[in-house]
């Protein structure tokens, strides 16, 4: 009901007033409490469901999608609506290659992103903007931080000429809506033409030090759909913003924190490294 695809702010915020997050974590602890580390089989109806509990399980099927495809029923519905090429809900040999090339130009096979320096000047430059406006109004709110993030999301994936071009993530944010509803809600055919003409616009001029650059020189087998793997990193890049404004909220209540983060930044041999900002990130995700 919060909304798979893209959040509905309020029934977040009811969600957040009855506390359901707090609700789901604790049945699933006592769900493994009561039948141990899984997984655990769900006879609903219509269709048997297993709940994955344990670590070991989920990187198994993250690692064996030939046999664990993550392209549901539910999720090729949703997702159809805004990237109906991605990789998440490709099969056979489609899926293979856009995988390899999902992996190629985000550099998975590596802790920190072979162009991590640039992505983090690019972070600082809008941090630092963001953080004048903020002091003009003495506090920051959610709202400009997200803006603010966008802006450094379209800069880092396709380009300069990208930061202001709010549009291409509004258009996006049209299509998060559609999806949500999955199979209850038509395509919006033109809507999603349009989009990926603008991506594809912003891709042709590969901006060095970008992700637009690594895709221009990536090794192509002709069916990557480079467009549409984008569109889901434009997409999946807002639990990121989530994620850092906890984590900076979580510095923020606690002073001593803060003061190593402070201390992290200031000593670290690389703006990419910085290990207590990295574990207060961490922190939030498992606390949210």
């Known amino acids: 009901a919060k909304g798979v695809i893209i959040r509905r702010p309020t029934v977040t915020r009811i969600a957040q007033r009855l506390d359901l997050d707090g609700r789901g974590v604790r049945r699933m602890q006592k769900l493994r409490a009561t039948y141990g580390t899984g997984p655990l089989v769900l006879n609903l109806p219509f269709r048997t469901q297993v709940l994955v509990m344990a670590p070991e399980d989920v990187h198994r099927m993250l690692d064996d999608t030939e046999v664990f495809s993550p392209a549901s029923r539910e999720k090729t519905a949703a997702l159809a609506h805004l990237e109906p090429h991605a990789s998440l809900i490709s099969e056979g040999r489609d899926r293979a290659v856009r995988r390899r090339f999902n992996e190629e130009v985000l550099d998975s096979k590596h802790d920190v992103h072979r162009m991590a320096a640039q992505f983090v000047a690019?972070?600082?430059?809008?941090?630092?903007?963001?953080?004048?406006?903020?002091?003009?109004?003495?506090?920051?709110?959610?709202?400009?931080?997200?803006?603010?993030?966008?802006?450094?999301?379209?800069?880092?994936?396709?380009?300069?000429?990208?930061?202001d071009d709010e549009a291409v993530t509004e258009m996006l944010a049209k299509l998060r809506q559609a999806a949500n509803w999955a199979f209850l809600h038509p395509r919006r055919k033109g809507l999603l033409a349009e989009f990926h003409a603008r991506v594809d616009h912003h891709l042709q001029r590969a901006e060095p030090g970008t992700l637009a650059a690594m895709i221009a020189a990536a090794d192509k087998q002709g069916n990557e759909a480079p467009s549409h793997q984008v569109a889901h990193w434009l997409f999946a890049f807002e639990p990121g913003a989530m994620a850092a404004f906890r984590a900076l909220a979580l510095l923020a209540a606690h002073p001593e924190g803060m003061a190593r983060a402070r201390e992290d930044v200031a000593t670290a041999e690389s703006r990419a490294k910085l290990p207590y900002l990295r574990g207060s990130v961490l922190e939030a995700l498992r606390l949210w």
């Open 122 to 163: 690019v972070a600082e430059e809008e941090a630092n903007r963001l953080l004048r406006e903020a002091g003009t109004e003495g506090d920051l709110e959610w709202g400009p931080f997200n803006a603010a993030w966008h802006a450094m999301v379209r800069r880092v994936t396709l380009g300069e000429a990208a930061r």
